[in-house]
Nanobody, 118 residues
Framework: QVQLVESGGGLVQAGGSLRLSCTAS????????MGWYRQAPGKQREFVAL???????NYADSVKGRFTISRDNAKNTLSLQMNSLKPEDTAVYYC????????????WGQGTQVTVSS
């Protein structure tokens, strides 16, 4: 089992930047497909970005060119650099771990709130 802990959320003005981090408990971190998902009030949780064990990345169209996902296997850490933030990026952001890029994995963090003011 993998425990995931997110940090780095907060309140930022539109056009600003935030960096989210997720620390995993297991040394097998490097083998997992890691991803970020988000859930806005009244909406379903949606995919944001993922990175595979071989560092291939995928992004939702809504964040391409603005967000960058990265991982540091030596530190068991996943990051999401978010630039040019928009009010519609406001959501709770969740870290996720699994073994496929085709769907969300079974392991979730507790979430971190990102609020973008206009």
């Amino acid at each position: 089992q993998v425990q995931l802990v997110e940090s780095g959320g907060g309140l930022v003005q539109a056009g600003g930047s935030l960096r989210l981090s997720c620390t995993a408990s297991r040394t097998a971190f490097s083998m997992y497909v890691m991803g970020w998902y988000r859930q806005a009030p009244g909406k379903q949780r949606e995919f944001v970005a993922l990175i595979t064990s071989s560092y291939n990345t995928n992004y939702a169209d809504s964040v391409k060119g603005r967000f960058t996902i990265s991982r540091d296997n030596a530190k068991n850490t996943l990051s999401l650099q978010m630039n040019s933030l928009k009010p519609e990026d406001t959501a709770v952001y969740y870290c996720n771990a699994g073994d496929t890029r085709l769907a969300a994995g079974p392991y979730w963090g507790q979430g971190t709130q990102v609020t973008v003011s206009s």
